[in-house]
């Protein structure tokens, strides 16, 4: 698992360790980690000279000492720099021959020179938003030159909340022992390229607290998907219920319940339409139509509320039931609808950006006007757009599972899980999975999980990364259908077990 701290908790690790260590010495562990970097791309790349951007920080010393190391050993380096800036660095610099610019008319050609950038404009400290006196740092850098960004890309939200367009988007960002949201979150993640992670000493045991952000990695996979013994059977295991499908999204229903089946559920019951239902009869002949006892339930795959085609009322009608009763419950797509505010029993949301924007519009959940209007107790509520919810997903997810009680699964090409103080982010799917009826197939996948027992928010966050591997086990590299993501789980599953 790899996990993400809060900036004041790094910083309390920081002090810890240094407390520990002769004076300067955590700072040349992350110079020397970061000098290790440099040589492997320059090599990688075919990169000749080294520039870097220095700001009045750790960040901007970490930055000028790298390339006073790297000139000392015969590679072209430069640096531009403010007027203040760390006096050992600068000395470093100036006796190894790095050619030393202040910020200026001359700071812009010697940056374009450069083959590789290190970005050590602002840190974890500095607020969101790229200082104006860096902008024409950043508009310098060659489109071909490869950026390294110190500890996060300057201009980047630290807390992962808010992406700044005209800040450093990195190709590499190496960071110091913890990682911090900037890292994990999907307004700013892209910011930062291939992340590495030096080691310097640091022990999150030192004060960090609890990581704000987590994220499974494969090898999680084996200590949570929970394996039938020899006593087990088809109950269980765990029993799901679907509601899916209508006359007009009839293939939502095969999804679903296929993804179901495949994710090792013990059984699959399924209440639909008679178009859909005579369908999953067809495709899933496992599935036991009707509804009956559970441990979890899918209702929205497919289904329309609005819809008045034979079957659908009384589809509703046990879609309401369900709702209003205890049991466990994934809602997805058309079942968001019927989401009124907190329901009693574990609630699992999973809307991508566009149903999660009407459901916060709808129950309240906007952001407060600059004239005060709106408010979370939904008088005079301000609309909340898909726009909205993609510039800050985590803090989106977060007011509709405060609104709801619910955990939240967003949807998207990084997939957000909150769940009271606990989240998630997933970055484990290609890209070719963008495509019709892969949010079904999700939906029937986690409610294959939640009926095995398995917590809400840690069953979001397995799901959407054995979802992502399992489209890439599909077709790898190339365009997937649902359907054969959903058939590809049995296989994804083993191999991830064995692996872990």
């Known amino acids: 698992m790899i996990e993400a701290y809060a900036v004041p908790g790094v910083y309390a690790c920081e002090a810890a360790a240094a407390a520990q260590l002769a004076e300067g010495e955590l700072m040349a562990r992350a110079v020397e980690g970061l000098v290790a970097v440099a040589r492997a791309r320059l090599a990688a790349t075919g990169g000749r000279q080294v520039v870097a951007l220095v700001g009045p920080g750790n960040n ?17 380096c430069g640096a531009v720099h403010l007027e203040t800036v760390h006096a050992g660095a600068y000395a470093a610099a100036r006796a190894a021959g790095v050619v030393l610019v202040e910020s200026g008319g001359e ?12 970005d050590g404009i602002v840190g ?4 969101p938003g790229l200082p104006d006196w860096a902008r024409a740092w950043v508009e310098a ?6 950026v390294i960004a110190v500890d996060l890309p300057s201009g980047q939200d630290p807390s992962g909340r808010h992406a700044d367009p005209a800040g450093v ?14 890292h994990l979150l999907p307004a700013t993640e892209a910011a930062c390229g291939l992340l590495t992670v030096v080691d310097i000493g640091l022990n999150p045991a030192d004060g960090a607290g609890e990581p704000v952000v987590r994220r499974l990695d494969r090898g999680d996979v084996r200590a949570l998907w929970r394996v039938p013994g020899p006593t087990d059977d088809k109950y269980s295991r765990g029993v799901v219920g679907i509601i899916s499908g209508g006359e007009n999204y009839s293939g939502a229903a095969v999804l679903a319940c296929t993804a179901a089946v495949s994710a090792g559920a013990g059984m699959v019951r399924y209440v639909g339409t008679p178009t859909p239902e ?4 067809a495709v899933v002949p496992e599935v036991v139509i009707g509804a009956g006892r559970v441990q979890a339930w899918v209702i929205g795959p497919g289904l329309d509320v609005t819809s008045r085609a034979r079957g659908v009322k009384a589809q509703l009608d046990v879609a309401r039931e369900v709702l209003a009763g205890g049991e466990a419950v994934v809602v997805d797509a058309g079942g968001l609808d019927l989401i009124d505010g907190p329901r009693s029993g574990p609630t699992l949301l999973t809307p991508h950006a566009g149903e999660a924007a009407r459901l916060l519009s709808r129950l309240g959940g906007g952001v407060v006007g600059p004239d005060g209007s709106g408010g979370p107790d939904g008088s005079d509520a301000v609309e909340v757009t898909r726009a909205q919810v993609e510039a800050d997903p985590l803090g989106s997810a977060q007011r509709l599972a405060a609104l709801t009680g619910a955990a939240v699964l967003l949807k998207g090409a990084t997939t957000i899980v909150v769940e009271a103080d606990a989240a998630y982010s997933q970055n484990d799917a290609p890209a070719w999975l963008a495509t019709a009826g892969a949010g079904d197939v999700l939906a029937g996948l986690l409610g294959a999980l939640v009926a095995s027992g398995l917590p809400l928010a840690e069953a979001g966050a397995v799901g959407a990364l054995v979802h992502g591997v399992a489209a890439d086990d599909a077709n790898p590299g190339g365009p997937v259908r649902a359907l054969a993501v959903a058939e590809a789980i049995p296989g994804t599953v083993a191999r991830l077990l064995r692996a872990g």
């Not at 988007?169 to 911090?180: G, N, Q, R």
């Not at 005579?278 to 009869?281: I, K, Y």
């Open 60 to 76: 901007g010393a970490d930055a000028l000492y790298a390339v006073a190391r790297l000139a000392a050993d015969g590679v072209p």
């Open 107 to 118: 700071a812009a050609a010697l940056i374009a020179e450069g083959d590789l950038v290190l």
């Open 124 to 127: 974890i400290g500095g607020r």
């Open 141 to 146: 850098i060659a489109a071909d030159a490869y």
């Open 169 to 182: 988007f990195a190709d590499e960002t190496v960071t110091f022992s913890l990682l911090k949201p900037v």
């Open 278 to 281: 005579a369908l999953v009869r």
